[in-house]
Antibody, heavy 116, light 108 residues
Framework: QVQLVESGGGVVQPGRSLRLSCVAS????????MHWVRQAPGKGLEWVAV????????HYGDSVKGRFTISRDNSKNTLYLQMNSLRVEDTATYYC?????????WGQGTLVTVSS | SYELTQPPSVSVSPGQTARITCSGD??????THWYQQKPGQAPALIIN???ERPSGIPERFSGSRSGTTVTLTISAVQAEDEADYYC???????????FGGGTRLTVL
C-alpha cells in the first residue's frame, strides 16, 4: 500500500533553516510528481512546492519562493524540502502528497514551529 | 493572481443534501478536485477531475460544474460527513496550485 512518511519537523527560531523529508513506499516513486502542502494551525491548506517525477521541473508558491527548495532522490524514494530564512508565518503542518495536479495520497504531516 | 472562493460554513440536518460551492476565474479552464479533512487527519481526496469519485468514496459524494463555479454535493448527509472540505485546482504543469479557503460542514 502507498505510504508517505514525513519527518524533520520541530521548533526553530526565525531566520534559521530546517530540512523536511518524505519517504515513500508502496509505489514506483520515480513515476510521480510530488508536492509539499502546508496547513497553519486552525487554517486552510496552502500549496508550497512541486517537483516533477524526473526532478527536471519545480515550482513554488509565492510565499516561499526564494526561501524554500524542493528536491528528490529517486534512488532513496525520498522527497525533501529545504526551508531557509524561516518566518513565524511558516509555522504549519507540512504534508507531502503524491500526484501531478491533484493528490490521491498524503502523508500524515510533520509540524514545523517557528518561534523565538 | 487566481483565487478559489468557498463559503466558510454550511450546515445541514442528517439525511438532507449539502452543497458546497467553489468559484474562481480559473475553473472553466482547469479541473477541480475536492478533499475532505477531519480533525487531526490529513486531507482525503473525494472527487477528482470535477466529477470522478476515487474508489472507496461513497456514491453520495458527487461533483458538478457550471461556468466559473463548481459544486460538491453530499446527498443524504450523515453525521460522519462533518468535516472541512477544500476545493483545489492547478494548471496542467502544476506551475501553480490553488486551494479554496475551505468550508466547514456541520451536521446539525
Amino acid at each position: 500500500q502507498v505510504q508517505l512518511v514525513e519527518s524533520g519537523g520541530g521548533v526553530v527560531q526565525p531566520g534559521r533553516s530546517l530540512r523536511l523529508s518524505c519517504v515513500a513506499s508502496g509505489f514506483t516513486f520515480s513515476y510521480y510528481g510530488m508536492h509539499w502542502v502546508r496547513q497553519a494551525p486552525g487554517k486552510g491548506l496552502e500549496w508550497v512546492a512541486v517537483m516533477w517525477h524526473d526532478g527536471n521541473n519545480e515550482h513554488y508558491g509565492d510565499s516561499v519562493k526564494g526561501r524554500f527548495t524542493i528536491s528528490r532522490d529517486n534512488s532513496k524514494n525520498t522527497l525533501y524540502l529545504q526551508m531557509n530564512s524561516l518566518r513565524v508565518e511558516d509555522t504549519a503542518t507540512y504534508y507531502c502528497a503524491r500526484g501531478e495536479t491533484y493528490y490521491r495520497f498524503w502523508g500524515q504531516g510533520t509540524l514545523v514551529t517557528v518561534s523565538s | 493572481s487566481y483565487e478559489l472562493t468557498q463559503p466558510p460554513s454550511v450546515s445541514v440536518s442528517p439525511g438532507q443534501t449539502a452543497r458546497i460551492t467553489c468559484s474562481g476565474d480559473i475553473l472553466p479552464n482547469q479541473y477541480t478536485h475536492w478533499y475532505q479533512q477531519k480533525p487531526g487527519q490529513a486531507p482525503a481526496l473525494i472527487i477528482n477531475k470535477d466529477i470522478e469519485r476515487p474508489s472507496g468514496i461513497p456514491e453520495r459524494f458527487s461533483g458538478s460544474r457550471s461556468g466559473t463555479t463548481v459544486t460538491l454535493t453530499i446527498s443524504a448527509v450523515q453525521a460522519e460527513d462533518e468535516a472541512d472540505y477544500y476545493c483545489q485546482s492547478a494548471d496542467s504543469n502544476a506551475a501553480y496550485v490553488l486551494f479554496g479557503g475551505g468550508t466547514r460542514l456541520t451536521v446539525l
